[in-house]
Structure formats: structure tokens, C-alpha cells
């Protein structure tokens, strides 16, 4: 089984052959690293390295069977392994495969009945190897790593990795947290793989579990805004009777202009894609259920957790669960009415369209606000409270700037996210930045932004993620909101008391009325 060719030492131990983890190679290689590639099944290596030997990258790329014979070849001390092990099921928590991987022992595949056990990493590296973990971990299980390989003197990164396939091979968005003593080892080389947009697409986040913190937050927002993309497409496809392939002029020229961004560039091609077997819309040839692997549901689970409302989130996290009930929702349509559709005059198209375009943007900058106030909110979060125990500091202008390269949320709104920031670090929240207060304030933009969620909601279409997004800004700008009725409800069922306007304390009561 020859599935290595390597001569000397490798700067780096890439475990994970997916997609990602080869392309993740090649872009290492070609940023003039030397590293080993490892699979747990060994064909996969084996196919690898047939590949990988007919590219330009040839002779710094190494395969190895095992971890163990990979670690015997790993540079020492500066040496490191990254472990990018498949998104899979679940997402690794609790603690799931890398937990086996780092410290109890993992496996190699020769064939279905030829296993065999392979030491835990922990035990293998040479001293002074820094351990990358860059899948998409749980934030609590980057920092319960931390924890155990710090009180084995060893060096541990858990990095966020964003932009998939083609981001790996291209340049990612990483996001890696742990010690700065890890990182000032890895750096370099991490940086230099990343996408480079005003320099590169990865800095240090900060302490334990920071890196795996701020990529779930990213997952979120994508969450969000894939959810507000979506029903924009399928509202103005069902008000207008339009065909994708009159979608996609539309969303062209949003992309163009301040929606401007990964998601909504692949969202316009999408709607321009035909299926090739059926001639057919692609649109319309895919199944309305969508699949998830956690991460929108973990941001919504540590916002509850922190006490922090994210509803543009939360909503589309829920948009795709309530997907999965395919068979139960076409059973429920025939038995639930919704109302007959407003018809439009071709005047009346124009302005809709624009008023879609208002509302999506109005959705997109809620998604962000409710990620960024959560990182914030995470950071001045106490040990324990609320749920939150995390400890790091964020600078939330530099996610901004690396966010705009690589990564799935890449987005033009970045940029005045991050002066945002840049000029008030302790901003609450992005809504109230200039920039963006100046667009939303404005009443022609307030008016469509209204239309559009009412006109989706009388003609019974869905606007999960749309309708949260303007609840949240109406909540949040309102100064007085009917939580002093839920104070005295609470008050006169539980006696919980509650607090006054115009006096100190909290353990008023209803006086019952005779
Ligand atoms: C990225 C993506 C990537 C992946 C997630 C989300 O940043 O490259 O977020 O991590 O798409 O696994 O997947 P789900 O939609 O299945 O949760």
C-alpha cells in the first residue's frame, strides 16, 4: 500500500481528506508548506495521493496511512496538525470524534474488516506541535479542550474554517481562538492560506473557545439572511407569478448594489440555473426541505442562554425545521386555507419589487446586528451567568474586516459594519450606526419595508426571518413596551412582584381591588 512519498520534514499534519481537507492542502502547498495528508479510511488517502502526485504542488504534499507514521515526518518543534474532520453527525458534540481523535485513540480503515486502533494525537505529535481543531465545534468543547491540553503543557488552536470547498482551495475566512502562544506558532502559516481581502482573512480571535464562538455566530447570520433570501424569492415569485429566471435580473442588481454579497451573488445564480434532465427551473425541481447541522441552532441555544434577542436568527433556524415536516405540511394544505393572491398592475410591480429589495436589506441588517450584539454581550458576560461562561475579548471591527473575504456571510455591509465599530467599539448596536440609522430611518424606506412584510403576511406567505427582522427593530426602538403588563400578570399569579416607574425596588404588588 504505498500511499506515501515522504522524504523529511512537513510543517504540517492535514487528518481529514473531505473535500475541504484536500483542498485546504493544495492551498497550503501552494502557499509553499510542506504537509501530510491522512485519512481514517485508507482508500481515501490512496486516491489522494494519485491526485495530488499529478499536480504542480507534488513535492511538498506527503500521504501517510496513519498518524503515526505522519507524526514521525512532522517538522519539530513548529510543527502542527490540523484535524478537519468532515462536517458529520452530529457536528462532533459531545465530544464526539476529535474528543477520540485528540486524546482516547482513533482508528484506521484499511477495509470493512481490517480496522485498527491508532494512538490518541496527544500521545503521537513531537513536543512543541501545535493542535488545530477546525471543525465546526461546539464553543464548549473548544473550551473544554483548551482546558486538557493545557494541563498537558501542549498547544491548542479550535479555529472557525469558512467558505467551503472552494474557500479551502482559494483561501478561507479562519477564525482561529486559543493561547496567543498557539497562535504566534501558526499564524503565519494560517494567514497566508486565508483569503485576502484588506489582509488577511484570519486573525487571532482571542482566549479558548473565541475562534469557535465567532464561527457559530457567522453561521447564524448566515442562517438569517439565507432565510430572508429565501422568502424574498418565493414571495415575489408567488405575488408576481414570476419564474425564477425573472428573479434573477432582480437580485442581480441587488447584488450590485448595498445587498451586495456572497450569499445573494449565489442566491442570482441560482435562480438562473436550469435543470439539465428536465429543462426545467433548478428552483423548482429541489425539494422545499432543508437539512442543518447545528451551528443556527447552537447561536439561537447560547443567544437564549446569554439573554440576548436574536429572532432574525431563531426564525430561520425554525423556518427549516418546520421544512422538515414535508409530508405534514402538504397534508396540512389541503385542509388549511390561506387567502387568494392581491393581483399587481405592472406600475404597482415596480414599486413592490423595490419594496422587497428595502425589506431583505432591512432583514440583512438585523441578521448582523443580532450577531454582532451577541459577541459583544458574550464578552461582558460574567463566569456563569445567564449560561455564559466565556472568557475572551473580541475585536469586533477586525471580524468585520475578516469576515469580508472567504467566508459565507462575505457581504459589502461589512465595511461600514466595521467603522462602525472602528469608531465606537462599545456600539450596542449596528442599527444605530450612522450609516445604517440614516437608511432605516428614512420614511420611503420605512414605508416599503412595512408594505412588503404586510403585503406578505394578507396574502398568507410565509416571512419568518422578514417579519422577525422588522419586530426586532420595532422592538428595539421602542422605549416603552408591554413587558409592564407581563410584570403584573406575573405579579398576580405568582406574587413575583415587580418594579415601579417611579420608585426604587422590585418587590412591588398588585394591590387586588377589593
Ligand atoms: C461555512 C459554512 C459551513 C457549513 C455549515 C452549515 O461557513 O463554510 O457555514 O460551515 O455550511 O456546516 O451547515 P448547515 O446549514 O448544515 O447547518
Same mark, same amino acid.
Given at each position: 500500500?504505498?500511499?506515501?512519498?515522504?522524504?523529511?520534514?512537513?510543517?504540517?499534519? &492535514?487528518?481529514?481528506?473531505?473535500?475541504?481537507?484536500?483542498?485546504?492542502?493544495?492551498?497550503?502547498?501552494?502557499?509553499?508548506?510542506?504537509?501530510?495528508?491522512?485519512?481514517?479510511?485508507?482508500?481515501?488517502?490512496?486516491?489522494?495521493?494519485?491526485?495530488?502526485?499529478? =499536480?504542480?504542488?507534488?513535492?511538498?504534499?506527503?500521504?501517510?496511512?496513519?498518524? %503515526?507514521?505522519?507524526?514521525?515526518?512532522?517538522?519539530?518543534? $513548529?510543527?502542527?496538525? &490540523?484535524?478537519?474532520?468532515?462536517?458529520?453527525?452530529?457536528?462532533?458534540?459531545?465530544?464526539?470524534?476529535?474528543d477520540q481523535l485528540f486524546f482516547s485513540g482513533s482508528q484506521a480503515k484499511y477495509s470493512d474488516t481490517d480496522v485498527r486502533d491508532v494512538p490518541a494525537l496527544v500521545e503521537l505529535v513531537p513536543e512543541g506541535t501545535v493542535i488545530i481543531d477546525a471543525a465546526n465545534s461546539h464553543p464548549r468543547s473548544t473550551k473544554?479542550?483548551?482546558?486538557?491540553?493545557?494541563?498537558?503543557?501542549?498547544?491548542?488552536?479550535?479555529?472557525?474554517?469558512?467558505?467551503?470547498?472552494?474557500?479551502?482551495?482559494? $483561501?478561507?475566512?479562519?477564525?482561529?481562538?486559543?493561547?496567543?502562544?498557539?497562535?504566534?506558532?501558526?499564524?503565519?502559516?494560517?494567514?497566508?492560506?486565508?483569503?485576502?481581502?484588506?489582509?488577511?482573512?484570519?486573525?487571532?480571535?482571542?482566549?479558548?473557545?473565541?475562534?469557535?464562538?465567532?464561527?457559530?455566530?457567522?453561521?447564524?447570520?448566515?442562517?438569517?439572511?439565507?432565510?430572508?433570501?429565501?422568502?424574498?424569492?418565493?414571495?415575489?415569485?408567488?405575488?408576481?407569478?414570476?419564474?425564477?429566471?425573472?428573479?434573477?435580473?432582480?437580485?442581480?442588481?441587488?447584488?450590485?448594489?448595498?445587498?451586495?454579497?456572497?450569499?445573494?451573488?449565489?442566491?442570482?445564480?441560482?435562480?438562473?440555473?436550469?435543470?439539465?434532465?428536465?429543462?426545467?427551473?433548478?428552483?423548482? %425541481?429541489?425539494?422545499?426541505?432543508?437539512?442543518?447541522?447545528?451551528?443556527?441552532?447552537?447561536?439561537?441555544?447560547?443567544?437564549?442562554?446569554?439573554?440576548?434577542? %436574536?429572532?432574525?436568527?431563531?426564525?430561520?433556524? *425554525?423556518?427549516?425545521?418546520?421544512?422538515?415536516?414535508?409530508?405534514?405540511?402538504?397534508?396540512?394544505?389541503?385542509?388549511?386555507?390561506? %387567502?387568494?393572491?392581491?393581483?399587481?398592475?405592472?406600475?404597482?410591480?415596480?414599486? &413592490?419589487?423595490?419594496?422587497?429589495?428595502?425589506?431583505?436589506?432591512?432583514?440583512?441588517?438585523?441578521?448582523?446586528?443580532?450577531?454582532?450584539?451577541?459577541?459583544?454581550?458574550?464578552?461582558?458576560?460574567?463566569?456563569?451567568?445567564?449560561?455564559?461562561?466565556?472568557?475572551?475579548?473580541?475585536?469586533?471591527? =477586525?471580524?468585520?474586516?475578516?469576515?469580508?473575504?472567504?467566508?459565507?456571510?462575505?457581504?459589502?455591509?461589512?465595511?461600514?459594519?466595521?467603522?462602525?465599530? *472602528? *469608531?465606537?467599539p462599545d456600539l450596542h448596536n449596528i442599527m444605530l450606526a450612522p450609516h445604517f440609522s440614516e437608511v432605516i430611518n428614512d420614511a420611503g424606506f420605512q414605508k416599503n419595508w412595512r408594505w412588503w412584510v404586510r403585503t406578505m403576511v394578507e396574502n398568507g406567505l410565509p416571512a419568518d426571518a422578514i417579519g422577525a427582522s422588522?419586530?426586532?427593530?420595532?422592538?428595539?426602538?421602542?422605549?416603552?413596551?408591554?413587558?409592564?403588563?407581563?410584570?403584573?400578570?406575573?405579579?398576580?399569579?405568582?406574587?413575583?412582584?415587580?418594579?415601579?416607574?417611579?420608585?426604587?425596588?422590585?418587590?412591588?404588588? &398588585?394591590?387586588?381591588?377589593?
Amino acid at each position: 500500500m504505498a500511499v506515501t512519498n515522504l522524504d523529511g520534514e512537513y510543517d504540517l499534519i &492535514l487528518y481529514g481528506l473531505g473535500v475541504m481537507g484536500e483542498n485546504f492542502i493544495r492551498n497550503f502547498a501552494r502557499n509553499g508548506y510542506r504537509v501530510i495528508g491522512v485519512n481514517r479510511t485508507v482508500s481515501v488517502t490512496e486516491r489522494f495521493a494519485q491526485e495530488v502526485a499529478e =499536480e504542480p504542488i507534488a513535492d511538498r504534499v506527503g500521504t501517510a496511512e496513519t498518524l %503515526v507514521e505522519a507524526c514521525k515526518h512532522l517538522k519539530s518543534p $513548529g510543527g502542527a496538525v &490540523l484535524a478537519m474532520v468532515k462536517a458529520n453527525d452530529p457536528v462532533n458534540e459531545p465530544w464526539g470524534p476529535n474528543d477520540q481523535l485528540f486524546f482516547s485513540g482513533s482508528q484506521a480503515k484499511y477495509s470493512d474488516t481490517d480496522v485498527r486502533d491508532v494512538p490518541a494525537l496527544v500521545e503521537l505529535v513531537p513536543e512543541g506541535t501545535v493542535i488545530i481543531d477546525a471543525a465546526n465545534s461546539h464553543p464548549r468543547s473548544t473550551k473544554k479542550r483548551c482546558g486538557e491540553f493545557a494541563e498537558r503543557g501542549m498547544l491548542f488552536i479550535g479555529t472557525g474554517v469558512s467558505g467551503g470547498s472552494e474557500g479551502a482551495l482559494k $483561501g478561507p475566512c479562519i477564525m482561529p481562538g486559543g493561547t496567543s502562544e498557539a497562535y504566534d506558532a501558526v499564524g503565519e502559516m494560517l494567514e497566508a492560506a486565508a483569503a485576502q481581502v484588506d489582509g488577511p482573512c484570519c486573525t487571532y480571535i482571542g482566549d479558548n473557545e473565541a475562534g469557535h464562538f465567532v464561527k457559530n455566530v457567522h453561521n447564524g447570520i448566515e442562517y438569517g439572511i439565507m432565510a430572508a433570501i429565501s422568502e424574498t424569492y418565493h414571495a415575489l415569485a408567488a405575488l408576481l407569478d414570476y419564474a425564477p429566471e425573472q428573479i434573477h435580473p432582480i437580485f442581480a442588481e441587488w447584488n450590485a448594489g448595498r445587498h451586495g454579497g456572497y450569499l445573494m451573488e449565489i442566491s442570482t445564480e441560482i435562480c438562473g440555473m436550469t435543470d439539465a434532465e428536465t429543462g426545467k427551473p433548478m428552483l423548482d %425541481v429541489i425539494l422545499d426541505r432543508a437539512g442543518q447541522k447545528g451551528t443556527g441552532k447552537w447561536t439561537s441555544q447560547i443567544a437564549f442562554d446569554l439573554g440576548v434577542p %436574536v429572532p432574525t436568527i431563531a426564525a430561520a433556524l *425554525q423556518a427549516r425545521i418546520m421544512s422538515s415536516f414535508k409530508p405534514a405540511r402538504v397534508a396540512a394544505s389541503e385542509k388549511l386555507q390561506g %387567502v387568494a393572491l392581491d393581483g399587481f398592475s405592472a406600475d404597482a410591480k415596480d414599486r &413592490l419589487i423595490e419594496a422587497a429589495g428595502d425589506a431583505l436589506y432591512g432583514a440583512m441588517v438585523a441578521a448582523y446586528a443580532q450577531g454582532f450584539w451577541l459577541m459583544s454581550e458574550a464578552m461582558d458576560a460574567e463566569p456563569a451567568e445567564n449560561g455564559g461562561d466565556y472568557d475572551f475579548t473580541l475585536e469586533l471591527d =477586525e471580524i468585520a474586516r475578516i469576515w469580508k473575504g472567504g467566508c459565507i456571510i462575505r457581504a459589502k455591509m461589512l465595511d461600514p459594519i466595521r467603522e462602525a465599530f *472602528q *469608531q465606537e467599539p462599545d456600539l450596542h448596536n449596528i442599527m444605530l450606526a450612522p450609516h445604517f440609522s440614516e437608511v432605516i430611518n428614512d420614511a420611503g424606506f420605512q414605508k416599503n419595508w412595512r408594505w412588503w412584510v404586510r403585503t406578505m403576511v394578507e396574502n398568507g406567505l410565509p416571512a419568518d426571518a422578514i417579519g422577525a427582522s422588522l419586530n426586532y427593530f420595532d422592538t428595539y426602538r421602542t422605549g416603552r413596551l408591554p413587558a409592564n403588563m407581563i410584570q403584573a400578570q406575573r405579579d398576580r399569579f405568582g406574587e413575583h412582584g415587580f418594579e415601579r416607574v417611579d420608585k426604587e425596588g422590585k418587590g412591588f404588588h &398588585l394591590t387586588p381591588a377589593d
